[in-house]
């Protein structure tokens, strides 16, 4: 605890020293002209909250010296921009997002082995190395405390297809939602039976209610609008931390621990700085910091995390997900799921 406890403060403390610094480094450009030397530079897209990356970026630049200019936005939308605009001339490392966006624009990444990399667990390991886990994000169930009771509550992905949970489920739309269409994949492939059929057996479910977004999905069960929901694990823990009455559990047939990742763009102009980042993202202390803070799972063996959720980490059944599979299929799932969506609102 007290180790803890000595890593949250620091990363606290580096917050607000970088902050006094960044000002007077901004005042400092403003009176005498100053410029931050190319070799002292980073740019980092970014799909991760604010909270997520911001306390992670300032820490490495306490650290290292070196100036970190971040632009959030979604996944998709991040990658597109590489894509368009010449790998390497828009940023130099790409942070946040599932596997899935990185196996696909894979051709506009650089190889590189991050130092520690034996230290993450074998599964999330990239043989090719164009990009490194940062964090483990399983796919959970989650109910409203108040009006469910845990006994009642849906414990499989086949339980929650009962028609009992009719109208009553809340999922965000996985064209919009990365995490969502991780959830709907991970669903077909623990049912397994054909993609059509689960698919048609879940939107029947729904009956033509889909949240705008993730956090909706929090926000309806919460409010009891919806008894229960499907999200990340880390969404969910934030949520109840806040003092949402809800409860989580991973379906007993499996779920996904699909990672997010990290990678430094083709051509990065700060290549070195990239490097120093990606080191750092999976070093000791920033995992620590994230499994104790972030609300989320390492991908290090050499770190302990508590068991959580209504059964624990240790009951959390992995499945074996088929990510190729997922980025191969996305298109068919998601013209499929359209088109029962369609016939839903008929």
């Known amino acids: 605890m007290k180790h803890k406890v000595r890593i949250v403060s620091a990363l606290c403390l580096a917050l607000a020293g ?184 879940f939107s029947k479910v729904l009956d033509g209610h889909v949240s705008e977004s993730s956090g909706d999905v929090l926000e309806e069960v919460n409010s009891g609008s919806m008894l229960v929901g499907v999200t990340l694990e880390d969404t969910a823990r934030e949520r109840i931390s806040q003092g949402a009455d809800l409860s989580f559990l991973y379906p007993e047939e499996g779920t996904s621990a699909v990672p997010d990742a990290a990678a430094i763009v083709k051509g990065a102009r700060h290549r070195e700085n990239a490097r120093k980042f990606l080191d750092f993202a999976v070093s000791r202390d920033a995992q620590r910091f994230l499994s104790d803070t972030l609300f989320r799972q390492t991908v290090r063996t050499d770190i302990e995390t508590a068991d959580r959720g209504e059964t624990g980490k240790n009951d959390m059944r992995v499945l074996d997900y088929d990510v190729v599979w997922a980025v191969r299929e996305k298109n068919g799932i998601l013209e499929e799921w359209a088109r029962l969506q369609k016939d839903t609102e008929r």
């Not at 190889?111 to 964090?135: D, P």
């Not at 469910?148 to 919009?176: I, N, Q, R």
């Open 18 to 201: 970088l902050l006094a610094g960044c000002a007077a480094r901004a005042g400092a450009g403003k009176e005498s002209g100053y410029q931050i030397a190319e070799s002292e530079k980073l740019t980092i897209y970014t799909s991760h909250k604010k909270e997520v990356y911001e306390p992670i970026v300032r820490e490495f630049e306490e650290r290292t010296g070196i100036f970190v200019e971040v632009r959030q936005g979604g996944s998709l939308e991040l990658f597109d921009q590489i894509a368009k605009s010449g790998a390497g001339e828009s940023c130099d490392v790409i942070f946040g997002g599932g596997i899935e966006n990185y196996i696909a624009y894979q051709d506009y990444l650089e190889a590189y082995r991050a130092a520690g990399e034996e230290m993450i667990e074998e599964r999330y390991r990239c043989a090719g190395h164009k990009w490194t886990a940062f964090s483990v994000l399983p796919i959970v169930l989650i109910y409203n405390n108040k009006l469910v009771y845990p006994a009642a509550a849906p414990h499989s992905w086949e339980e929650l297809l009962e028609e009992k949970w009719k109208g009553k489920v809340a999922f965000a739309d996985p064209a919009a939602s990365g995490s969502s269409y991780t959830a709907l994949c991970t669903m077909i492939q623990a049912l397994g039976e054909g993609e059509e059929q689960a698919l048609e057996r």
